[in-house]
T-cell receptor
């Protein structure tokens, strides 16, 4: 039981490049979340998916898109990366839409 | 909109010292309250949570927190810290009213705790 997994762990992009961050959970959870963590700002919710087939914007959705591929997987896409998107990205899941969330190990993204 | 404020950005203590990390939130409705911890190189883990009932909640590793509704506070405490408590601590709240926003956590800025042996 791996919990919440994220790939890649580290990534360096140039401004304007695109990439997709992958997240998967094996806990049969219905809800999944993407956060970004920046120094001095805590974690901020980017998008979340209450259940398979639904997605909703969080606090900071601009510049991102998400896909809930199936119940297990929830990806985050940066279409045209910007230096302001340099951050650590965390995926989380919960059984239902719940504040009791389980977090993945994070992806450290640097945009040059 | 909800907001969470953690007043201390970095706290440095010696082992066996007592710890109190402040957390205040701003929200007009009823909230659930959480403390998460992130040890170096690890992902966030839930330390403790308050949903209702006894305002003094106990979590893992000897941590406790007290919800004071009148002060909109949920401070984290530990009587005697250990070197292994070195980590970043995040306070978080969510709207207990439910609906699709029930799972939306609002985090504080985080407090880095460094414990010297």
């Amino acid at each position: 039981n791996a919990g919440v997994t994220q790939t890649p762990k580290f990534q360096v992009l140039k401004t304007g490049q695109s990439m997709t961050l992958q997240c998967a959970q094996d806990m049969n959870h219905n809800s999944m979340y993407w956060y970004r963590q920046d120094p001095g700002m805590g974690l901020r919710l980017i998008y979340y998916s209450a259940s398979e087939g639904t997605t909703d914007k969080g606090e900071v959705p601009n510049g991102y898109n998400v896909s809930r591929l199936n119940k297990r997987e929830f990806s985050l896409r940066l279409e045209s990366a910007a230096p302001s998107q340099t951050s650590v990205y965390f995926c989380a899941s919960s059984e239902h839409v719940s504040p009791r969330q389980f977090f993945g190990p994070g992806t450290r993204l640097t945009v040059l | 909109a909800q907001s969470v404020s953690q007043h201390n950005h970095h706290v440095i203590l010696s082992e066996a010292a007592s710890l109190e990390l402040g957390c205040n939130y701003s929200y007009g409705g009823t909230v659930n309250l959480f403390w998460y911890v992130q040890y170096p190189g690890q992902h966030l883990q839930l330390l403790l949570k308050y949903f209702s009932g006894d305002p003094l909640v106990k979590g893992i590793k000897g941590f406790e927190a007290e919800f004071i509704k009148s002060k909109f506070s949920f401070n984290l405490r530990k009587p005697s810290v250990q070197w292994s408590d070195t980590a970043e601590y995040f306070c978080a709240v969510n709207d207990r009213a439910g609906g699709t926003s029930y799972g939306k956590l609002t985090f504080g800025q985080g407090t880095i705790l460094t414990v010297h042996p």
